[in-house]
């Protein structure tokens, strides 16, 4: 039974993917026409103009489609814009590797999702054709013009057609999207001898976001203990000082003093327990990834949604990283986002942490406001992960977050 769930779940998920791909083929069809268009006109000299626009269009739909794959597994890095003139984009690796994908990719692309979002429609239209099958014309049974429909029986058979095609929606969507995005996978990511190159690019930037993220969260710590554990420490030396000097003059006040004492003291205690959660927070350890966020979610003042599906943990310092991710969003959306519930689902899927936060408020997040989105950012990215934040004006706001499970 569990296999069968694992089955239709890969099946859902593989649909969704299939669809977007659908949409993205769609897009490279227009990109490729245009494209030929233009390169037709070139040869008669007067669509040397609009080549620079072609290619620019080509690498719009390939980076969409490098954001759909990264998505699912793998990531794909996204290369620079489109190099200036004509002759020098022309022997750009990627440009040409892009323009090969797009002439791919619109036919494979529409083939497999077209497949795959007619095998479930056909499901549901061929499994409850008995149900209404009286409401059409007997020579009209769905999709199959050559089938007449004389009673229950011949409607009965075009429901197991139907079934059939549920089984083939199961077993097979998972292999139309693999192949789907196969031309992706394939030449989407950087050429040979390019990929060291932009890595190291890539690793020089995050490395400098570690660093910047290290710095940031040593100032929250020395200020939390500055403005708070401090203060109270001091208070606490001075009330002993008073206490003191209140024993030999008047012993009744010394017992009052050595109380406020006690409360100051208990005071930077737990301010101090605040700061030390702050750096790596005990919970994780004591009860794991999914506890910590249950923790969180009830404690959110906006009613919270939690779904962990995360069956092995991953390193501790990702497990932390998720944390402060999911607190700090949830922060925000009660301080900003007016929403009345909040959605967080995290899962571990192809080797990565998916963590995803979803509102209903007003939206129109800006990672330039100072709503902690930029410190998310440089947290996540510091690990080699990726955020993707959507928020139009009216809501919803969705933020996911993708990191490496490091083990």
């Known amino acids: 039974m569990a296999y069968v769930r694992g089955r239709v779940r890969a099946s859902v998920a593989a649909l969704e993917h299939l669809v977007g791909g659908l949409g993205t083929a ?41 954001a759909r794959l990264s998505r699912w597994g793998e990531p794909i890095p996204t290369p620079g814009p489109v190099p200036t003139g004509l002759r020098t984009a022309t022997r750009d690796p990627f440009v040409r590797r892009e323009l090969g994908w797009v002439a791919l990719y619109s036919l494979v692309g529409l083939v497999t999702g077209l497949v795959g979002i007619a095998l479930p429609l056909y499901a549901v239209q061929d499994g409850t054709f008995p149900l209404w099958y009286r409401l059409v014309p007997p020579d009209a049974a769905p999709g199959i013009v050559w089938w007449r429909i004389d009673g ?16 083939a929606a199961i077993w097979f969507s998972p292999v139309l999207a693999r192949l789907q995005a196969w031309p992706g996978r394939r030449l989407l ?4 001898g390019v990929d060291l190159s932009l890595r190291v690019a890539e690793l020089t930037a995050t490395r400098a976001a570690a660093l910047d993220a290290h710095a940031v969260e040593l100032r929250r710590i020395e200020r939390s203990l500055h403005d708070g554990t401090q203060n109270r420490l001091v208070a606490v030396n001075v009330l002993l000082g008073a206490a003191r000097r209140a024993v030999r003059r008047n012993p009744d006040r010394a017992d009052e003093i050595l109380g406020q004492a006690q409360d100051a003291a208990e005071q930077a205690l737990g301010e101090l327990r605040t700061v030390v959660r ?6 994780l350890d004591d009860r794991g990834l999914a506890g910590a966020l249950a923790g969180l979610a009830g404690s959110c003042a906006v009613p919270c949604r939690l779904e962990v599906d995360v069956a092995v943990r991953c390193a501790a310092s990702v497990e932390a990283t998720a944390y402060f991710v999911v607190a700090e969003a949830l922060t925000n959306v009660v301080r900003h986002s007016g929403a ?9 899927e192809h080797g990565r942490l998916l963590v995803s936060v979803e509102d209903d408020g007003h939206g129109d997040a800006d990672e330039t406001r100072g709503s902690g989105l930029t410190g998310i950012r440089r947290r996540v990215e510091a690990y080699d992960g ?5 928020s139009p004006p009216g809501g919803p706001t969705r933020m996911d977050v993708e990191l490496p499970c490091g083990s």
């Open 189 to 192: 990511p950087p050429p040979p």
């Open 386 to 390: 990726r955020m993707t934040l959507t």
């Open 152 to 167: 229950l029986s011949d409607a009965l058979w075009v429901g197991v057609l139907g079934v059939g095609c549920l089984a």
């Open 278 to 283: 702050g750096i790596l927070p005990p919970v």
């Open 26 to 66: 769609t897009l490279a069809l227009g990109a490729l026409l245009w494209a030929a268009i233009v390169a037709v006109a070139c040869v008669g000299g007067v669509g040397l103009l609009a080549a620079p626009g072609a290619l620019r269009a080509v690498r719009w739909v390939s980076d969409r489609e490098r």
């Open 340 to 348: 009345s519930r909040v959605d967080v689902v995290v899962r571990r």
